[in-house]
C-alpha cells in the first residue's frame, strides 16, 4: 500500500511506499492510474527482480519513493491508493 502522497507540482505527484523484505527482491513494475473529474485512483503494481546481477536483496522492508504525472492538475480531486479495500 501507498504510505504516503504528496503533490509536488500541479501534475506531479510522489508516492511513498514500502517494498517486502527478502530472500527475494522486490521491485516496482509499474503505476497504474485512472483519473476522473473528481478523484486520482493509483494503484503501485510490484513484482520479483530475478535478475541474477540484482545484488544481495535487504533483510528487511525498505522505504522507496516514485513520482508520477497526471493528466490533469490535481486541483480538488481526490486521490485514492487502489491497492487498500
Do not use: W, Y
Not at 32 to 55: F, Q, Y
Not at 58 to 78: C, G, H, S, Y
Amino acid at each position: 500500500p501507498i504510505e504516503c502522497i504528496e503533490q509536488i507540482q500541479n501534475r506531479r505527484l510522489r508516492l511513498g511506499f514500502s517494498l517486502p523484505a527478502g530472500p527475494d527482491c522486490h521491485v516496482l513494475k509499474r503505476v497504474e492510474l485512472v483519473e476522473s473529474a473528481d478523484a486520482v485512483s493509483i494503484a503501485l503494481i510490484g513484482t520479483i527482480n530475478d535478475d541474477p546481477n540484482a545484488g544481495a536483496c535487504p533483510d528487511e522492508a525498505r522505504m522507496v519513493v516514485t513520482e508520477i504525472d497526471l493528466q490533469a492538475p490535481v486541483a480538488d480531486r481526490t486521490l485514492f491508493d487502489a491497492g487498500r479495500p
